[in-house]
């Protein structure tokens, strides 16, 4: 499979979203890189909204994403509850 | 194949003979040396002696080069369109059988740059 | 008495319908191809544009809360930056000169992309592709203008950015950039999205800003990397509207996969090209190295790009065939690139230097296979010179590439050594080529390249002086009318950043911030 990569700004809004991908995808691995974290997984990579919200003790829209996102790799698809990236080959 | 287009698609070039004040464009390279990033684009009155663009614009341009001085020129390779050329310096760039656009290039054979580098 | 309850919002998708596909009506007094005149002609077939959806299910409503959220944070940075005399914090002074190549070469672009947008969406059919586009337009004018004001704090202080716009339409080496988005808005709707929404923005998009961003960031310049993480945000979008628009058009209809591959093929090569800047960028112009060009390359081209290829052969879509040629080059490009400029460092908008014993060690390790070989010799060369007070300023103008616009100073795929000279036959005129990409190129609509706007000729035919230039008269300084008509400043714009103004007012500037003085 190959790999999709998210690429967040390094900040405080960023910091339990990264937290809560690392949770929710044992295969992540977290490339630190100045300003910018960059977060690599095999093939598929879930970004939940539930985790975030138990992380942070507040409502998280997704869509708040939008402000912090630098770069990305893979398909994507978007609900109410998930940002998924993904490859099908 | 052709430009896909909504209409007819004519328009004239931008870098016909005509445009250039009586002079014809010529392109010169000189092989193994890099150091010119690039080869030169000149601008020279068709009747222009051959001889006299080697001495005047081409030293002008490739003259800052320690391998310029020693050129025997009686040796050089000319190269035209990648082909072997055989210049006459006596005549003219029109008589050479050069034309608008056309690019040569030289090659100094036991001159390869800067320590032998290409540069 | 009456129970307040909430009403029950929207989910993501139904929303995304409502404001999209629901706001859209069937004609019924005018006919379709009279409203939508360029959907056909490029030959593209789309059976059901409702099968279009941007990925991110991002309406109108949605976009304006983020993107005004994103505006604040960027401008507070700036404030901040600017009130405490940020631009004294870079690195060191030869950094601004990247500030320069990027208001004066990127930044005009990021304009003309607004446009090409706006056109392309007016062009859709389709409600969705029409909303996508229209967001996109206008993060491209935002883009444009953040950037214009997080550079001019740089513009008070440091020379070459006075003009940039007027620059970006004359200087010769800003015809490489401004030629290629040109080339992109002048072709069909389609073309445009495959170019610039898909080659541009999802294959390349990460080699321009990623390392000019994170080079801010390691460099010291707040200023442009917040313009630059708030300009990424919208990238990331954007990227996610390119790769949609290929699945979305290649869906619709196998015929449709040879035009895109040769758009594919086409685009890749024209966008590398132009990261030539880029290239020699990362490699010499950041004081404080991110990682070479080599390794961004390998990174995020042939490892994601491989990625992306990979996902897409389901459809018929290959790798470009360029990708042979550019791995080929990826140990010259930033060199050659930055000799050029070395070479004409009179004629441009920035300062160039020779990089310092540390910084030679620092290519030779980076660029094993290459550097000591065929680039340290020239160097040390053009050093020695320079101390001798015999700095190297080319003043012949250089042979151009017909379709990239780049001097010809690219090596054949396999041999540094050699130049790579490709050559046309057409219509009775010659025309010649950097590669064999961009003569392929140029073979495929010749009626559209032969018009190209070529600055060196365009100085030989005389249309590159100010007005009232008489280049006729005795001792004519070519140079010097040329440098006017670009509004450059002989001697404070150009010329090498040893002798430059910036470098003096640098040194002097930081001085008193750290003394009392």
């Given at each position: 499979?190959?790999?999709?990569?998210?690429?967040?700004?390094?900040?405080?809004d960023?910091?339990?979203?990264?937290?809560?991908?690392?949770?929710?995808?044992?295969?992540?691995?977290?490339?630190?890189?100045?300003?910018?974290?960059?977060?690599?997984?095999?093939?598929?990579?879930?970004?939940?909204?539930?985790?975030?919200?138990?992380?942070?003790?507040?409502?998280?829209d997704?869509q708040e994403l939008q402000v912090n996102?630098?770069?990305?790799?893979?398909?994507?698809?978007?609900?109410?509850?998930?940002?998924?990236?993904?490859?099908?080959? | 194949?052709?430009?896909?287009?909504?209409?007819?698609?004519?328009?004239?070039?931008?870098?016909?003979?005509?445009?250039?004040?009586?002079?014809?464009?010529?392109?010169?390279?000189?092989?193994?040396?890099?150091?010119?990033?690039?080869?030169?684009?000149?601008?020279?009155?068709?009747?222009?002696?051959?001889?006299?663009?080697?001495?005047?614009?081409?030293?002008?341009?490739?003259?800052?080069?320690?391998?310029?001085?020693?050129?025997?020129?009686?040796?050089?390779?000319?190269?035209?369109?990648?082909?072997?050329?055989?210049?006459?310096?006596?005549?003219?760039?029109?008589?050479?059988?050069?034309?608008?656009?056309?690019?040569?290039?030289?090659?100094?054979?036991?001159?390869?740059?800067?320590?032998?580098?290409?540069? | 008495?009456?129970?307040?309850?909430?009403?029950?919002?929207?989910?993501?998708?139904?929303?995304?319908?409502?404001?999209?596909?629901?706001?859209?009506?069937?004609?019924?007094?005018?006919?379709?191809?009279?409203?939508?005149?360029?959907?056909?002609?490029?030959?593209?077939?789309?059976?059901?544009?409702?099968?279009?959806?941007?990925?991110?299910?991002?309406?109108?409503?949605a976009y304006w809360k983020y993107q005004a959220e994103k505006e604040r944070k960027l401008y507070a940075?700036?404030?901040?930056?600017?009130?405490?005399?940020?631009?004294?914090?870079?690195?060191?002074?030869?950094?601004?000169?990247?500030?320069?190549?990027?208001?004066?070469?990127?930044?005009?672009?990021?304009?003309?992309?607004?446009?090409?947008?706006?056109?392309?969406?007016?062009?859709?059919?389709?409600?969705?592709?029409?909303?996508?586009?229209?967001?996109?337009?206008?993060?491209?004018?935002?883009?444009?203008?953040?950037?214009?004001?997080?550079?001019?704090?740089?513009?008070?202080?440091?020379?070459?950015?006075?003009?940039?716009?007027?620059?970006?339409?004359?200087?010769?080496?800003?015809?490489?950039?401004?030629?290629?988005?040109?080339?992109?808005?002048?072709?069909?709707?389609?073309?445009?999205?495959?170019?610039?929404?898909?080659?541009?923005?999802?294959?390349?998009?990460?080699?321009?800003?990623?390392?000019?961003?994170?080079?801010?960031?390691?460099?010291?310049?707040?200023?442009?990397?917040?313009?630059?993480?708030s300009?990424?945000s919208?990238?990331?979008?954007?990227?996610?509207?390119?790769?949609?628009?290929?699945?979305?058009?290649?869906?619709?209809?196998?015929?449709?996969?040879?035009?895109?591959?040769?758009?594919?093929?086409?685009?890749?090569?024209?966008?590398?090209?132009?990261?030539?800047?880029?290239?020699?960028?990362?490699?010499?112009?950041?004081?404080?190295?991110?990682?070479?060009?080599?390794?961004?390359?390998?990174?995020?081209?042939?490892?994601?790009?491989?990625?992306?290829?990979?996902?897409?052969?389901?459809?018929?879509?290959?790798?470009?065939?360029?990708?042979?040629?550019?791995?080929?080059?990826?140990?010259?490009?930033?060199?050659?690139?930055?000799?050029?400029?070395?070479?004409?460092?009179?004629?441009?908008?920035?300062?160039?230097?020779?990089?310092?014993?540390?910084?030679?060690?620092?290519?030779?390790?980076?660029?094993?296979?290459?550097?000591?070989?065929?680039?340290?010799?020239?160097?040390?060369?053009?050093?020695?010179?320079?101390?001798?007070?015999?700095?190297?300023?080319?003043?012949?103008?250089?042979?151009?590439?017909?379709?990239?616009?780049?001097?010809?100073?690219?090596?054949?795929?396999?041999?540094?050594?050699?130049?790579?000279?490709?050559?046309?036959?057409?219509?009775?005129?010659?025309?010649?080529?950097?590669?064999?990409?961009?003569?392929?190129?140029?073979?495929?609509?010749?009626?559209?390249?032969?018009?190209?706007?070529?600055?060196?000729?365009?100085?030989?035919?005389?249309?590159?002086?100010?007005?009232?230039?008489?280049?006729?008269?005795?001792?004519?300084?070519?140079?010097?009318?040329?440098?006017?008509?670009?509004?450059?400043?002989?001697?404070?714009?150009?010329?090498?950043?040893?002798?430059?103004?910036?470098?003096?007012?640098?040194?002097?500037?930081?001085?008193?911030?750290?003394?009392?003085?």
């Amino acid at each position: 499979m190959s790999t999709v990569f998210l690429a967040l700004q390094t900040n405080e809004d960023t910091r339990p979203i990264i937290e809560a991908i690392l949770q929710d995808n044992p295969s992540a691995v977290v490339d630190e890189q100045p300003a910018m974290v960059k977060i690599n997984a095999d093939g598929r990579l879930v970004v939940r909204r539930e985790t975030i919200e138990e992380i942070t003790g507040r409502a998280y829209d997704l869509q708040e994403l939008q402000v912090n996102m630098i770069t990305m790799s893979g398909n994507l698809d978007q609900t109410d509850d998930e940002i998924t990236l993904f490859w099908k080959s | 194949m052709a430009v896909a287009a909504i209409s007819k698609y004519d328009f004239a070039p931008a870098d016909t003979q005509d445009k250039f004040h009586g002079a014809q464009l010529l392109y010169i390279g000189w092989e193994d040396h890099l150091l010119f990033c690039a080869p030169f684009c000149f601008p020279f009155p068709p009747t222009m002696r051959f001889g006299d663009v080697v001495a005047g614009p081409m030293k002008a341009a490739f003259g800052y080069h320690p391998d310029f001085a020693q050129i025997d020129w009686t040796k050089v390779e000319w190269l035209k369109s990648g082909k072997p050329f055989a210049p006459d310096f006596d005549k003219s760039l029109a008589d050479n059988g050069l034309r608008h656009k056309d690019v040569i290039r030289f090659r100094t054979p036991g001159l390869t740059g800067i320590k032998g580098s290409c540069n | 008495m009456d129970m307040q309850v909430a009403k029950k919002k929207l989910g993501l998708k139904e929303r995304y319908s409502v404001m999209t596909r629901g706001l859209d009506w069937t004609p019924s007094y005018q006919k379709m191809e009279d409203i939508y005149p360029y959907i056909a002609y490029e030959g593209i077939k789309i059976h059901d544009w409702d099968k279009w959806e941007d990925p991110f299910r991002l309406t109108m409503d949605a976009y304006w809360k983020y993107q005004a959220e994103k505006e604040r944070k960027l401008y507070a940075i700036i404030d901040a930056f600017n009130q405490n005399n940020g631009h004294l914090n870079v690195t060191d002074a030869r950094y601004i000169n990247t500030v320069k190549l990027f208001i004066s070469g990127i930044s005009p672009l990021e304009y003309v992309a607004h446009r090409g947008f706006a056109h392309a969406g007016r062009a859709f059919p389709g409600p969705g592709p029409r909303v996508a586009c229209l967001m996109q337009s206008l993060d491209e004018i935002r883009h444009a203008q953040t950037q214009v004001h997080a550079i001019s704090n740089y513009n008070k202080y440091y020379n070459g950015m006075h003009d940039f716009h007027h620059m970006h339409d004359r200087v010769w080496f800003l015809s490489v950039p401004k030629s290629f988005f040109d080339d992109a808005i002048t072709a069909g709707p389609f073309e445009f999205m495959v170019s610039i929404g898909f080659s541009f923005e999802y294959v390349l998009t990460n080699l321009l800003f990623v390392p000019f961003v994170s080079g801010a960031a390691y460099n010291g310049d707040m200023g442009t990397m917040t313009f630059g993480f708030s300009a990424q945000s919208d990238e990331a979008r954007h990227m996610t509207l390119g790769l949609e628009v290929i699945k979305f058009i290649l869906e619709q209809d196998p015929a449709n996969v040879p035009i895109v591959q040769r758009w594919i093929d086409k685009w890749t090569w024209r966008g590398y090209r132009v990261l030539t800047l880029v290239a020699m960028m990362m490699d010499y112009m950041l004081p404080k190295r991110t990682m070479s060009w080599k390794e961004a390359w390998e990174v995020y081209f042939e490892e994601n790009g491989g990625a992306l290829f990979k996902d897409l052969a389901r459809y018929g879509i290959k790798m470009p065939k360029c990708a042979e040629q550019i791995a080929l080059e990826k140990d010259h490009l930033s060199h050659q690139a930055w000799s050029t400029f070395y070479n004409y460092a009179a004629a441009a908008n920035f300062h160039t230097w020779m990089p310092d014993e540390d910084e030679m060690a620092w290519l030779s390790a980076k660029y094993p296979n290459s550097f000591d070989k065929h680039y340290r010799p020239r160097y040390e060369f053009w050093r020695e010179q320079a101390a001798k007070g015999n700095r190297f300023y080319n003043k012949t103008l250089p042979m151009l590439c017909q379709t990239c616009q780049i001097p010809m100073l690219f090596t054949e795929p396999g041999d540094p050594t050699k130049i790579c000279y490709r050559e046309v036959d057409y219509k009775g005129d010659k025309y010649h080529f950097c590669s064999d990409h961009c003569k392929e190129i140029f073979e495929h609509e010749p009626e559209k390249y032969v018009q190209a706007w070529l600055p060196v000729h365009q100085i030989y035919q005389g249309n590159c002086f100010p007005e009232g230039t008489d280049p006729t008269v005795e001792g004519f300084d070519a140079l010097g009318a040329v440098l006017k008509y670009y509004n450059l400043e002989h001697g404070r714009d150009n010329l090498d950043f040893d002798i430059s103004e910036d470098k003096k007012n640098f040194a002097e500037w930081r001085g008193q911030a750290t003394k009392n003085i």
